[in-house]
């Protein structure tokens, strides 16, 4: 179900040049791109970085989603081609829940949303 909304939303989010009124037409690519890139380190031994257990949640206004991790990476994507202010809540397992009091404000181009990527650390309990 995610990879039929993940397609469906590349359709709908490719640039359309007939609509564009220039002299240098932009080309857009299709591809969805994320507006959060999170990842998560140990507050005791912050080479680590946390992935298994660690749910990261990002909430605008009345939008949430829960990010998804990209397997085999340490970083955790979402809000796909969407913009807005997010604030991010981390929450694992023998770690205290961290709620970002900096809102993280995703904008976009002529094109496609402008990745934001943060680094949070997590303290144990």
Known sequence: MKKLILIALLICTACNLDEQETTDPVFCTEE??????ISV????????????????????NDYTETLENIT?????????????TYIITISGDGYETFTS????IVDKDICHVITESREYILQSN
């Open 101 to 104: 009091t900096i809102p993280i």
């Open 32 to 37: 969805a791109r994320p507006g959060l890139e």
């Open 72 to 84: 085999n990476s340490n970083t955790f994507v979402g809000a796909f081609e969407r913009t807005g």
């Open 41 to 60: 380190k140990d507050g005791i031994n912050s080479d680590v970085f946390l992935v298994t257990g660690i749910t990261v949640v990002a909430t605008d």
